[in-house]
């Protein structure tokens, strides 16, 4: 299976502060057909997730570019620029491309 | 407008087992695949499989002896039926359409 390590596991930020998270999968994320099915998604508090990022650095409508994603192969990033409240929650990678399609273990956003 | 909702019960006894349904408006199933996540309180996201839109299924490994995953495309419906409960099972089950559009989520509790 597909290990995704998601660093750091919680982060404490004010307000306009920037964020980043790592995710590193166990071995290449592009798919055969050549794209790279890396997904982000935030988990507010007592909501479902929402996908925030798909194919690495695809941002889904709605979601404000103060979002970002980068990467390849094994290594992929979410940059906030400047967090606001509402970013607060769970952010998680996950990986489309090998089955058993498996998730990042999560990083915890609080602000301060 | 993409909806998806999960039904089921909320309490299943251990040794029995989870029957729960996704009923999907807005898409065809025979057009899009649908995956079923899971989550026990306070952790991160599990894929479980995914209903593919041809009608084919993948599990994940662990969970493949006691997992089957239909559907009735005349119901707009996909099925989960997990056997032999136990109490780590005990988690918010979410359909999710792709990685993008995610159901509310049924919390289902294994407990005698």
């Known amino acids: 299976d597909v290990v995704m390590t998601q660093t750091p596991v919680s982060l404490s930020l004010a307000i306009g502060q920037p964020a980043s998270i790592s995710c590193k999968s166990s071995?290449?994320?592009?798919?055969?057909?050549?794209?790279?099915?890396l997904t982000w998604i935030l988990q507010r508090p007592g909501q479902s997730p929402k996908r925030l990022i798909y194919?690495?650095?695809k941002l889904d409508s709605g979601v404000p570019d103060r979002f970002s994603g980068s990467g390849s192969e094994t290594e992929f990033t979410l940059k906030i620029s400047r967090v606001e409240a509402e970013d607060l929650g769970v952010y998680y990678c996950?990986?489309?491309?090998?089955?058993?399609?498996?998730f990042g273990s999560g990083t915890k956003l609080e602000i301060k | 407008q993409m909806q998806l909702q999960e039904s089921g019960p909320g309490l299943v006894q251990p040794s029995e087992t989870l029957s729960l349904t996704c009923t999907v408006s807005?898409?065809?199933?025979?057009?899009?695949?649908i995956n079923w996540v899971r989550q026990p309180p306070g952790k991160g996201l599990e894929w479980m499989g995914t209903?593919?839109?041809?009608?084919?299924?993948d599990y994940n490994s662990p969970l493949k002896s006691r997992l089957s995953i239909s559907r009735d495309t005349s119901k707009s419906q996909v099925f989960l039926k997990m056997d032999s409960l136990q109490t780590e099972d005990t988690a918010i089950y979410f359909c999710?359409?792709?990685?993008?559009?995610w159901g509310q989520g049924v919390m289902v509790t294994v407990s005698s």
């Open positions: 999710v359409r792709g990685s993008k559009y």
């Open positions: 807005g898409f065809s199933l025979t057009s899009y695949g």
């Open positions: 209903m593919w839109n041809d009608g084919s299924t």
């Open positions: 071995q290449s994320l592009i798919h055969s057909d050549g794209n790279t099915y």
């Open positions: 194919l690495v650095s």
């Open positions: 996950w990986q489309g491309t090998h089955l058993p399609f498996t």
